[in-house]
């Protein structure tokens, strides 16, 4: 009987030796694997450069447009008014344009009863003052006699003295019914005119060249002396009334420079403020808290072919530049951040972020002016927030 050969139990030992190190390479991979998982990885930030250029600090408030001089026309006299043939918006080309037409009321209508009794007192009123010229007369004459007889000592002084107020009575008598005679004959005045022809109209002119802005009285009416009939104005002669904060008018000086958005044009307009109110007023905000406000006034510079149709009491938003530098050290105002007592910033180099402490000046609100710690083209990362850490890696994300 033959021996089995050795060879083959060799060769199968051989083959599963291998197979014993297949779980350690299991076991390192997945060791691997966990610590790439709670590797810390970049944290993703947007940044932005740090830039040299222009810098203005503003105070930004709605305003109106208003026209700067505005003419009210009114009746100088009761009387009727006729019908105005303008509307708001009308041209007025001329200075001597009549826009506006006042017959003088007429006295009120006598009866052939009421005309009588006026004619009866006027007739009156004549008798009454023939009799007053005789009795003045014969005052006149009587003083002259006493005067006479005073001069050759044959009269007292007292009685010269009750003839000179006899006379003075006379006189003020024939005053009196002087006067009453052209009141009777004044109540006949109207019904004389009533039946001959009618009193002339007055005409009223425009004061400027301009356009009307409102007709108060357009329609045919009585109006009594003061009546505001219509408002006229030149619509190119604009400026621009803004409500700011009492603590912001305080520091905006005469001359300040103003740029008016939301107007209805592409461009901005131009003006300069001309003058700070000097009271203030207490207004109640939207939010229902108690502001003390001020108006400032500025005269528009742009001129007025470029404004468009801007009238009077058109909505502005504007932008009083308090202050302004063209070559200003800048940086997003979202980059810096309270750091204790001190301003900071990271600042994104070679895929870190470098704390850098920083010293800020004016700020437009979007940029702040940047005095030290940075310097033009740093990368700062922008709100930061608590996830990124002074030398923590990051990573740019592309706005």
Do not use: C
């Not at 041209?91 to 009588?116: F, K, M, Y």
């Not at 009334?241 to 307009?269: F, H, K």
């Not at 742009?302 to 009077?312: A, C, E, S």
């Amino acid at each position: 009987m033959s021996q089995p050969n050795p060879v083959p139990k060799q060769s199968n030992r051989n083959a599963r030796k291998p197979r014993r190190w297949v779980p350690w390479l299991g076991a390192v991979a997945l060791l691997a694997l966990i610590i790439a998982g709670f590797w810390p990885r970049p944290v993703p930030v947007e940044a932005a450069p740090v830039t040299v250029g222009l810098l203005r600090t503003t105070v930004n408030e709605e305003g109106k447009t208003r026209i700067r001089h505005r003419y009210v026309i009114s009746s100088p006299v009761t009387g009727q008014l006729r019908r105005i043939p303008f509307l708001a918006g009308a041209l007025l080309e001329s200075t001597q344009t009549v826009v506006a037409v006042i017959d003088p009321a007429a006295a009120a209508l006598l009866d052939q009863r009421s005309r009588q009794l006026a004619e009866a007192a006027r007739d009156n009123a004549a008798a009454q003052l023939e009799h007053a010229r005789g009795a003045q007369q014969f005052a006149d004459s009587e003083l002259r006699r006493n005067q006479a007889l005073f001069a050759s000592k044959s009269l007292s002084a007292r009685e010269l003295e009750q003839f000179q107020w006899l006379a003075n009575a006379a006189a003020h008598d024939l005053a009196a019914a002087a006067a009453a005679l052209r009141q009777a004959e004044a109540q006949l005045l109207g019904f004389e005119q009533t039946e001959t022809n009618d009193p002339p109209a007055i005409q009223l002119r425009s004061p400027v060249a301009g356009r009307v802005l409102t007709v108060y009285e357009p329609s045919v009416r009585t109006v009594a002396a003061g009546t505001p009939l219509l408002e006229i104005g030149d619509p190119a002669d604009l400026d621009v009334i803004i409500e700011v904060l009492s603590r912001d008018g305080a520091i905006i000086q005469p001359g300040t420079a103003v740029e008016l958005d939301q107007w209805g044009g592409p461009e901005p307009l131009q003006a300069r403020v001309r003058y700070v109110e000097p009271a203030a007023f207490t207004k109640i905000s939207a939010l229902g808290v108690e502001e003390q406000r001020v108006y400032v006034v500025a005269d528009l510079l742009t001129p007025p072919v470029k404004r468009g149709n801007l009238g009077d009491n058109f909505r502005v938003e504007a932008s009083i530049i308090t202050w302004q530098n063209e070559h200003a050290l800048k940086a997003p105002s979202g980059a810096l951040f309270r750091n204790g007592d001190q301003w900071s910033a990271y600042v994104l180099a070679d895929g870190q972020a470098q704390l850098r402490p920083v010293k800020v000046g004016r700020s437009s609100g979007i940029e702040t002016a940047i005095l030290d710690g940075l310097k033009e083209g740093d990368q700062v990362i922008l709100y930061p927030g608590d996830r990124v850490k002074d030398g923590q890696r990051v990573t740019l994300v592309k706005l």
